[in-house]
């Protein structure tokens, strides 16, 4: 099993370029999500998805956007990039959670992106 | 609201020292999980442990300790006879029962481990 998998690992864009990060998870998990991590600010959640179909808006939410279309898939897009959007993107996945029991999160290699 | 304070920035050894990093969580909920990632230089996240609220004993997994506080919402690690392949950024983080699975980090604490 591959896990969680991110794609692309590195990218460079130009302020106003748009873009979509593909996560993709073959542990059939329910639960997926994305976040950011900035220097001295730890990883904020910007959006997740509790099932094909759904999305919800996490911490960070503004100027990105998700699609939950295929179970495994959890896309985040950016569409028109700033440079406050260079950060380092993590997608996580976990399995349902049975009432108050968690359900650890499994997370991809990141991927690092810089707006100019 | 749900919070995470990582109060050290950096914290700079010597290989074989000791380093303790603090973790004060604040949330509201009486059913939650904490715990600890490793991200090295290579930057992928390494899950180190998870504790519920309901088991506040402490525990040793070879140089890592962990010292869970309920009265004072600290949940502190250990790396004892610390070496340079501890050298990462350490992030504490917590779960609550309302929050659809979603983890709030604390910000981290870069160790820097020198021969």
């Known amino acids: 099993n591959a896990g969680v998998t991110q794609t692309p690992k590195f990218r460079v864009l130009k302020t106003g370029q748009s873009m979509t990060l593909l996560c993709a998870q073959d542990?059939?998990?329910?639960?997926m999500y994305w976040y950011r991590q900035d220097p001295g600010m730890g990883l904020r959640l910007i959006h997740y998805?509790?099932?094909?179909?759904?999305?919800a808006k996490g911490e960070v939410p503004d100027g990105y956007n998700v699609s939950r279309l295929k179970k495994q898939n959890f896309l985040l897009g950016l569409e028109s990039a700033a440079p406050s959007q260079t950060s380092v993107y993590f997608c996580?996945?976990?399995?349902?959670?049975?009432?108050?029991?968690?359900?650890?999160?499994?997370f991809g290699p990141g991927t690092r992106l810089t707006v100019l | 609201a749900q919070k995470v304070t990582q109060a050290q920035t950096e914290i700079s050894v010597v290989e074989k020292e000791d380093v303790t990093l603090d973790c004060v969580y604040e949330?509201?909920?009486?059913?939650?999980?904490l715990f600890w990632y490793k991200q090295p230089p290579s930057g992928e996240l390494v899950f180190l442990i998870r504790?519920?609220?309901?088991?506040?004993q402490n525990e040793i997994s070879g140089r890592y300790s962990w010292n869970f506080q309920k009265s004072t919402s600290s949940f502190n690690f250990t790396i004892t006879a610390s070496q340079v392949v501890d050298s990462a950024v350490y992030f504490c983080?917590?779960?609550?029962?309302?929050?659809?699975?979603?983890?709030?980090f604390g910000a981290g604490t870069q160790v820097v481990v020198t021969p």
């Open positions: 998805s509790v099932g094909e179909g759904t999305t």
């Open positions: 504790r519920n609220s309901f088991d506040e």
């Open positions: 983080a917590l779960y609550t029962t309302d929050s659809w699975g979603k983890l709030q």
């Open positions: 949330t509201r909920d009486t059913t939650y999980y």
């Open positions: 996580a996945s976990s399995s349902r959670r049975t009432g108050t029991l968690y359900n650890e999160q499994f």
């Open positions: 542990m059939n998990h329910e639960y």
